[in-house]
């Protein structure tokens, strides 16, 4: 599906909440005073620290939160002033979260790219002060007569608004009078009080005294694309490979790999990353299964990037040439498909940069040049840049790079270890491109401590792997998937892959193929954006012994597939993958991370959550709920009662509704409460969608 969410539509916005704009006059303070006088704290979006502007993605539910109260018993209200990029204003109402802490909050989904601008403004809502009290005291008999002028007074205030409706104006000026009038009985009286018609002309045009005014902050909304995508990586080279009679490999190219695409556009992916397509180094090149000794033909690691063909702006020979390449980005384009680069800043011994650049590179007492390392791996036919030998020179060579695929037709990139790299060089370069090209995306390949991956996500990386491979049992993926959704969700965005060429799970290795049915689903649901490595469909799981990572690594030799054949025979799992990726497209609330809801199952190994949009923040203008419930457990049966807070969705507790599992198409009544079995060896994940209410 192209990307086509940089159109910027009538109203930059939807909202639920969004009432007229208006000026505001802010409370005066005196000069030493900072707190307004009706507190203002905790702003959400926000990111720690308050140094790094908070994203969003065109489409994305945002909630804007904040902490609000005032001194005694008067009620108030609070709202949401926004700037789109295009300078319209609007103005969104935030409800009351009722959590004890004073909390309120609005959704706003925002529909145009760039910097918008944001503050909170807090007031005395007259009319809800009044009207808590005269429903107390008239329905008492107390200060009935003074509860009835006052409300007679507020009302008149209100009419002297000159942008307020006539119509509103007119049913104002009937109940002030009926509450003046002696001949209108108390009840009566009390029934204005109560008047649901009179409650919302102040629910959308309220009374505001004291209103106070909170900083203005900055929100940053980025293409969708930024935030929601399916991801398949493949290595070109494999695409199209053909093995001789003497065992000798030719190796496919951009135009072999080419022909694999419709198959990825069917089943559904939208994004297809690339690893490094450039020359690759013939020192130290490393053989089959990362072994130190290489034969003739072996094609080495795709990261041991650069030799005499030349480094980063240069495409492997054997690919093609740079017009191919070029031809290969437009196939991907006209099959909905956006092609990542990768972009891994380190170079093979036998890279230009080595030679004309041997301060970028760590020089050991001995005089050789370090290699890289992460214990107990070793990569002996890769250096690591020295970012502090020549950072100017680095920056710029790293910059010319980026620009040079840009040009290419590439504006999405994924990081290669960007943890081991300065966080200020990261901040920098992203700040420069995203300032050129606005749609460029940057992915974090930061399988690293939570301190350096979140530091990634707030210095402008628009995208992160994270630890999800290693979530696998229910109490970790409630706890994982909750943070990422409520805790990061101002600034990390996941990319939830299910495998690497580096990464093979032992719950991959030894769950058979539940389990890859297992993670694929969780993955597609519980975030907007997740990935898929090639061979996954094939259900890849023996691995090389003592690591966790495929035996016959594709990052050292081709690999050879018969894609058709397993799906022809039913032996691949590219029709779940196309059914999971269609009910992505499908279901709006699936392309949001910050709607999951984590529920309840009496069993250790059934995880229950849901993904509710409502309608007025929906593109489809209906809301949209999906149910997963997943039996993590890919050796067993699970039985059990899954326990569902319904008002998630707005359906009552014990009320009855449909829903239709989108793997089987079944159908079935539910409530907050219901039965479930989940095979592992036949459907281990229900994936329903809340059709209807009764």
């Known amino acids: 599906m192209a990307d086509t ?103 706003v989904v925002p529909l145009e790219q760039g910097v918008w601008r944001f503050r909170f403004e807090s007031y005395a809502d007259d009319f809800a002060t009044w009207e808590h009290a005269a429903d107390l005291k008239i329905a008492a008999g107390v200060d009935v007569a003074v509860m009835r002028e006052m409300g007679a007074q507020l009302f008149d205030r ?232 020549d950072p100017d020179g680095i920056r710029a060579e790293v910059l010319r790079i980026v620009r ?72 970790e993926l409630e706890e994982f998937l909750s943070g990422l959704a409520h805790e990061t969700d101002d600034f990390l965005r996941p990319n939830l892959f299910v495998n690497t060429p580096d990464i093979l799970t032992e719950y991959l290795q030894f769950g058979g193929r539940p389990a890859y049915k297992i993670r694929a689903a969780i993955a597609a649901t519980a975030a907007p954006t997740y990935g898929v490595y090639a061979g996954y469909e094939l259900y890849e799981n023996v691995a090389r012994p003592g690591a966790e990572e495929n035996i016959d690594n594709e990052k050292f030799e081709y690999k050879f597939r018969d894609w058709a054949g397993a799906e022809a025979a039913g032996d691949s799992l590219a029709p779940y993958l196309r059914m999971l990726n269609e009910a992505r497209r499908a279901h709006p609330a699936l392309g949001q991370l910050r709607d999951l809801s984590v529920h309840w199952s009496d069993d250790d190994a059934i995880l229950v959550y849901s993904k509710h949009l409502d309608a007025a923040l929906s593109p489809t203008g209906e809301s949209d709920t999906i149910i997963v419930i997943a039996n993590v457990d890919p050796h067993s049966t699970r039985e059990s009662t899954v326990h569902l807070d319904t008002t998630v969705w707005g359906v009552e507790p014990g009320t009855s509704y449909d829903v239709e599992d989108l793997v089987t198409g079944q159908v079935w009544t539910w409530a907050d409460h219901n039965f479930v079995r989940l095979d592992a060896f036949t459907e281990p994940v229900h994936i329903l969608h809340v059709k209807e209410n009764r």
Do not use: C
């Open 404 to 475: 040079h695929w840009i040009a290419q037709g590439v504006k999405i990139f994924r990081v290669d270890n960007p943890h081991t790299k300065p966080l200020q060089f990261w901040e920098w370069l992203i700040a420069t491109v995203s300032a050129e090209e606005p749609d460029a995306v940057f992915l974090a390949e930061a399988f690293t401590r939570p301190a350096p991956l979140q530091g990634l996500a707030m210095a402008g990386f628009q995208q992160s792997y994270t630890y999800f491979t290693w979530r696998n049992t229910k109490e």
């Open 158 to 389: 209100a009419r002297g608004e000159k942008k307020r409706p006539g119509s509103d104006k007119d049913v104002l000026y009937d109940a002030a009078r009926a509450l003046r009038d002696p001949d209108t009985h108390d009840d009566v009286a009390l029934d204005i009080v109560r008047d649901p018609a009179i409650a919302a002309l102040f629910h959308a045009r309220p009374l505001m005294g004291l209103v106070s005014v909170g900083r203005d902050a900055e929100l940053l909304v980025e293409r969708t694309r930024a935030g929601v995508g399916s991801w398949y990586e493949f290595f070109p080279r494999s695409e199209g490979a053909t093995r001789a009679e003497d065992g000798s490999v030719v190796s496919g190219t951009f135009r072999t790999a080419a022909e694999r695409l419709p198959a990825v556009a069917a089943m559904g992916f939208d994004v297809l990353y690339l690893p490094p397509i450039h020359p690759i180094g013939q020192t130290n090149r490393k053989g089959p299964n990362n072994t130190l000794v290489t034969q003739p033909g072996d094609p080495g690691s795709p990261w041991a990037i650069g030799g005499a063909a030349g480094g980063h702006d240069s495409v492997h020979p054997d690919l093609g040439t740079l017009d191919d390449f070029r031809a290969f980005v437009a196939a991907a384009r006209e099959n909905d498909i956006e092609v990542a680069l990768d972009l891994a800043l380190q170079a093979s011994p036998d890279h230009p940069w080595v030679t004309e650049h041997p301060e970028w590179f760590t020089t050991l007492p001995d005089g050789s040049i370090a290699f890289a390392e992460n214990p107990p791996k070793k990569y002996q036919d890769i250096y690591p840049v020295n970012f502090d030998n």
């Open 5 to 107: 969410t940089t159109l910027t539509p009538e109203l930059p916005w939807r909202s639920a909440a969004s009432i007229p704009v208006r000026p505001v006059k802010p409370t005066p303070t005196s000069r030493n005073v900072v707190t307004p006088r009706i507190p203002l704290a905790l702003p959400h979006p926000s990111v720690p620290g308050g140094r790094f502007r908070p994203s969003a993605f065109v489409g994305e539910a945002v909630p804007f939160t904040v902490t609000a109260f005032r001194e005694g018993h008067d009620l108030i209200g609070v709202h949401v002033r926004l700037f789109s990029p295009s300078g319209d204003e609007s103005l969104h109402r935030l409800s009351p979260l009722n959590d004890g802490f004073d909390r309120w909050s609005a959704l």
